[in-house]
């Protein structure tokens, strides 16, 4: 299981952030597809897939560096978080009671061909969402509710760079995040995450 | 006085203080800065008005300063040379009104200059300056303000020039080395330019 792609997505379910981490083998870490490491198998397989110059990266950071057919799924999973989260359900997503982190976290939204989709919702209206690999399909409820554990707490984490980012007074309030602070960030997180995960199972 | 009586000193005046909220002082600052940028296209003026607002500060802080000290009992004996000075703005000056504590050293031969190193700096804990090309991006080619040269800290080379002309000392304060330009830390280098006589003797001697 690995945490293939990220977005964060505003109010107006405008696009803040987009972002991909692949994985060449099941025990490497995450690597973003933005490094300019001279890893000849990458370039290889990059240029294989790029016919169209989708993945050049030279010219954009880590964000914007998601894939088309990722920034797909992650539209097609917006249109369920909205029906779940959207005025006409009435809140039913939420369990009772929940307060703060547990309040805000949505959960699985959709299964999209072999990726799952999770959400997270900040009170102001900030959308987080999480395009994870399924590699088995005949997992026990233990591990499934494991790993939303260690999603959820991810997404707290990635909350948490999200208000530094927006305390920073130089930091555009709407548009893109551009800042190499929260690129780290969330690089070390996805990576940390992947890890466990792939010492788990 | 003695390092370690200086520190205590310093020490002690912090917490006679009130204190004010760090998230709130710090984002205060940033929106001040953010204004300043917006009203002024370019980084060197921003910088220029950050230190008059520093030297505005400065002037009023030193009276507080040493009426407080005398208030407190602590005894802050006049300097004798600028090594006391550096010591005293740096060990309780700094750390009476920032609750950090900054260290002197760099003594220049003549010993009429000092580096001071400021390791965490309370008024950027939030801030990420943009890279050079990310505000030439933002700003475009119609003469923007170039924020990555900005010296967000500015106003602390303004509060010690000020603060020192007050007390009869003329100096020149600027940043070295910036955290948040990617040093390690802040170093603001403390020039004297000359020690100013008493206004009012001249007056008396011309009558």
Same mark, same amino acid.
């Given at each position: 299981m690995?945490?293939?792609?990220?977005?964060?997505?505003?109010? =107006?379910?405008?696009?803040?952030?987009?972002? =991909? +981490?692949v994985t060449n083998h099941p025990a490497d870490a995450a690597v973003d597809l933005r490094d300019d490491a001279t890893d000849t198998e990458?370039?290889?397989?990059?240029?294989?897939? =790029?016919? +169209?110059? +989708?993945?050049?990266?030279?010219?954009?950071?880590a964000n914007d560096s998601c894939s088309l057919r990722h920034q797909f799924i992650i539209h097609a999973a917006l249109d369920r978080f909205e029906e779940m989260t959207g005025s006409s359900s009435g809140g039913r997503w939420r369990t009772p009671g929940a307060v703060g982190n547990n309040a805000m976290w949505v959960g699985l939204l959709c299964p999209i061909e072999e990726v799952r989709v999770y959400g997270y919702l900040t009170n102001t209206g900030i959308k987080f969402l999480v395009l994870v690999e399924d590699e088995d399909d005949g997992q026990d409820s233990n591990q499934t509710s494991a790993r939303d554990k260690d999603l959820k707490a991810f997404m707290v984490l990635l909350h948490d760079l999200f208000v530094e980012y927006t305390l920073n007074p130089f930091s555009k309030l709407r548009g893109k995040i551009s800042s190499n602070r929260f690129d780290v960030g969330v690089q070390k997180y996805v990576q940390a995450l992947n890890a466990k995960q792939s010492s788990k199972t | 006085m003695s390092k370690s009586s200086a520190s205590a000193s310093?020490?002690?005046?912090?917490?006679?203080?009130?204190?004010?909220?760090?998230?709130?002082?710090?984002?205060?600052?940033g929106s001040l800065v953010t204004e300043l940028v917006r009203d002024y296209d370019n980084a060197d003026?921003?910088?220029?008005?950050?230190?008059?607002?520093?030297?505005?500060?400065?002037?009023?802080?030193v009276d507080e300063f040493l009426s407080k000290a005398e208030v407190s009992g602590i005894n802050i004996p006049p300097c004798q040379t600028m090594k006391d000075t550096a010591d005293v703005v740096a060990r309780i000056g700094f750390r009476m009104f920032l609750g950090v504590s900054a260290e002197v050293a760099n003594f220049s031969p003549d010993g009429s200059a000092f580096s001071l190193f400021l390791y965490d700096n309370p008024l950027s804990i939030f801030v990420e300056l943009p890279s050079s090309e990310e505000a030439a991006a933002t700003m475009g080619g119609a003469g923007g303000c170039d924020l990555s040269k900005i010296k967000y800290s500015n106003v602390f080379c303004g509060v010690i020039r000020g603060a020192l002309e007050q007390v009869n000392l003329k100096v020149e304060c600027r940043f070295v080395r910036d955290a948040l330009r990617g040093d390690d830390v802040n170093e603001i280098r403390v020039e004297l330019k000359e020690v100013l006589m008493d206004g009012a003797g001249e007056d008396y001697q011309e009558e």
């Amino acid at each position: 299981m690995a945490l293939v792609s990220l977005a964060v997505v505003g109010r =107006d379910n405008e696009p803040l952030y987009l972002r =991909d +981490f692949v994985t060449n083998h099941p025990a490497d870490a995450a690597v973003d597809l933005r490094d300019d490491a001279t890893d000849t198998e990458r370039q290889q397989q990059q240029n294989d897939d =790029d016919a +169209f110059g +989708f993945f050049n990266s030279e010219g954009r950071g880590a964000n914007d560096s998601c894939s088309l057919r990722h920034q797909f799924i992650i539209h097609a999973a917006l249109d369920r978080f909205e029906e779940m989260t959207g005025s006409s359900s009435g809140g039913r997503w939420r369990t009772p009671g929940a307060v703060g982190n547990n309040a805000m976290w949505v959960g699985l939204l959709c299964p999209i061909e072999e990726v799952r989709v999770y959400g997270y919702l900040t009170n102001t209206g900030i959308k987080f969402l999480v395009l994870v690999e399924d590699e088995d399909d005949g997992q026990d409820s233990n591990q499934t509710s494991a790993r939303d554990k260690d999603l959820k707490a991810f997404m707290v984490l990635l909350h948490d760079l999200f208000v530094e980012y927006t305390l920073n007074p130089f930091s555009k309030l709407r548009g893109k995040i551009s800042s190499n602070r929260f690129d780290v960030g969330v690089q070390k997180y996805v990576q940390a995450l992947n890890a466990k995960q792939s010492s788990k199972t | 006085m003695s390092k370690s009586s200086a520190s205590a000193s310093g020490h002690a005046l912090w917490a006679k203080m009130p204190k004010a909220n760090a998230e709130l002082f710090a984002l205060t600052y940033g929106s001040l800065v953010t204004e300043l940028v917006r009203d002024y296209d370019n980084a060197d003026e921003v910088n220029s008005q950050l230190d008059r607002i520093g030297h505005s500060i400065g002037v009023r802080c030193v009276d507080e300063f040493l009426s407080k000290a005398e208030v407190s009992g602590i005894n802050i004996p006049p300097c004798q040379t600028m090594k006391d000075t550096a010591d005293v703005v740096a060990r309780i000056g700094f750390r009476m009104f920032l609750g950090v504590s900054a260290e002197v050293a760099n003594f220049s031969p003549d010993g009429s200059a000092f580096s001071l190193f400021l390791y965490d700096n309370p008024l950027s804990i939030f801030v990420e300056l943009p890279s050079s090309e990310e505000a030439a991006a933002t700003m475009g080619g119609a003469g923007g303000c170039d924020l990555s040269k900005i010296k967000y800290s500015n106003v602390f080379c303004g509060v010690i020039r000020g603060a020192l002309e007050q007390v009869n000392l003329k100096v020149e304060c600027r940043f070295v080395r910036d955290a948040l330009r990617g040093d390690d830390v802040n170093e603001i280098r403390v020039e004297l330019k000359e020690v100013l006589m008493d206004g009012a003797g001249e007056d008396y001697q011309e009558e």
